[in-house]
């Protein structure tokens, strides 16, 4: 996927339309996922990934090298996000309503075999007691699947800070499902590849 998603901004930049609307097929639901969990309002996050991608048509000519796709447009979208929010400019938004980014719920996660509804409620409890940072790099990796260097240039922060505060967040897990009695924590990391696997 990440060598498509390469071929494709290679195309856009060549100014291949269909290439953009490949881009967008193919990166929508990942950045509307995290678009929500910045700012839990569905009108405004489409339309600033739509803008986004009007944009990057119209810079098409102007757009640099880009080695990682998904994480360039992940912080792109941060930012459009946090510039909406500053400029207040969506009618829909209530500034009014509080809320925290990066919060999970229990119908974030897939039902399988493996989990049941009763451990992705406990699931969710767990990773909402987590720092925000926390949080996001959790998302990151196991939700977009992100590599350490993709989540570093997401997060802004070196690979080494990266791994302690995914290491720090899941034994943070960890240590609270066993508490609860879910033994099958110390595959912490299978149960998140597979409560988020299908949700994409």
Same mark, same amino acid.
């Given at each position: 996927?990440?060598? @498509? !998603?390469?071929?494709?901004?290679?195309?856009?930049?060549? #100014?291949?339309?269909?290439?953009? #609307?490949?881009?967008? !097929?193919?990166?929508?639901?990942?950045?509307?996922?995290? #678009?929500?969990?910045?700012?839990?309002?569905?009108?405004?996050?489409?339309?600033?990934?739509?803008?986004?991608?009007?944009?990057?048509?119209?810079?098409?000519?102007?757009?640099?090298?880009?080695?990682?796709? @998904?994480?360039?447009?992940?912080?792109?979208?941060?930012?459009?996000?946090?510039?909406?929010?500053? @400029?207040?400019?969506?009618?829909?938004?209530?500034?009014?309503?509080?809320?925290?980014?990066?919060?999970?719920?229990?119908?974030?996660?897939?039902?399988?075999?493996?989990?049941?509804?009763?451990?992705?409620?406990?699931?969710?409890?767990?990773?909402?007691?987590?720092?925000?940072?926390?949080?996001?790099?959790?998302?990151?990796?196991?939700?977009?699947?992100? #590599?350490?260097?993709?989540?570093?240039?997401?997060?802004?922060?070196?690979?080494?800070?990266?791994?302690?505060?995914?290491?720090?967040?899941?034994?943070?897990?960890? @240590?609270?499902?066993?508490?609860?009695?879910?033994?099958?924590?110390?595959?912490?990391?299978?149960?998140?590849?597979?409560?988020?696997?299908?949700?994409?």
């Amino acid at each position: 996927m990440k060598q @498509k !998603e390469q071929i494709l901004w290679n195309r856009l930049k060549e #100014g291949s339309n269909e290439a953009l #609307g490949e881009l967008f !097929e193919i990166c929508f639901h990942e950045l509307y996922f995290y #678009g929500l969990k910045i700012v839990p309002v569905s009108d405004l996050v489409k339309d600033v990934i739509h803008d986004m991608f009007i944009r990057l048509w119209d810079r098409r000519e102007h757009l640099g090298d880009v080695n990682r796709v @998904k994480p360039y447009l992940l912080v792109t979208l941060k930012n459009d996000l946090v510039h909406v929010l500053k @400029k207040n400019r969506f009618t829909e938004l209530d500034t009014s309503i509080k809320w925290e980014p990066f919060v999970l719920a229990a119908d974030d996660f897939i039902i399988n075999e493996e989990n049941s509804e009763k451990l992705n409620q406990r699931l969710a409890q767990s990773l909402n007691h987590l720092s925000e940072r926390q949080r996001e790099v959790l998302i990151l990796r196991f939700y977009h699947n992100l #590599g350490f260097d993709e989540m570093g240039e997401v997060l802004e922060m070196n690979v080494q800070s990266v791994r302690n505060l995914l290491f720090r967040a899941l034994e943070k897990v960890r @240590k609270e499902l066993k508490d609860v009695g879910f033994h099958s924590s110390d595959n912490i990391e299978i149960i998140l590849f597979s409560c988020f696997l299908k949700k994409k």
